[in-house]
Nanobody, 125 residues
Framework: QVQLVESGGGLVQAGGSLRLSCAAS????????MAWFRQAPGMEREFVAG????????DYEDSVKGRFTISRDNAKNTVYLHLNSLKPEDTAVYYC??????????????????WGQGTQVTVSS
């Protein structure tokens, strides 16, 4: 059974930075496409960023392009999301997700097989 565990969330002022981590266990991490999603209170869960199993291909939701960076270290079974120039509207619970046996990522939440428990990011103005 694959498990994903996020960490790194917290409270930060606007303009600040955080690095989220998602550690995977119980599967072949290098064969999963990975993604980060977020969900603000009262809102639907939305795609933030995706990365292919090799790490060579990435994709970002428009509002985070140029501010967030997704990366992965297959030797450590970990995917990261670097959040820079944070804004209050980035406040949400951030989830990592894995799609088994897929070289590429997708934006739809139903495309993913495994989910972490989420980590809270709060950006104060």
């Amino acid at each position: 059974q694959v498990q994903l565990v996020e960490s790194g969330g917290g409270l930060v002022q606007a303009g600040g930075s955080l690095r989220l981590s998602c550690a995977a266990s119980g599967g072949t991490f290098s064969s999963y496409a990975m993604a980060w999603f977020r969900q603000a209170p009262g809102m639907e869960r939305e795609f933030v960023a995706g990365i292919s199993w090799s790490g060579k291909s990435t994709d970002y939701e428009d509002s985070v392009k140029g501010r967030f960076t997704i990366s992965r270290d297959n030797a450590k079974n970990t995917v990261y999301l670097h959040l820079n120039s944070l804004k209050p509207e980035d406040t949400a619970v951030y989830y990592c997700a894995g799609r088994m046996g897929s070289s590429t990522y997708y934006r739809g939440i139903h495309e993913y097989d495994y989910w972490g428990q989420g980590t809270q990011v709060t950006v104060s103005s």
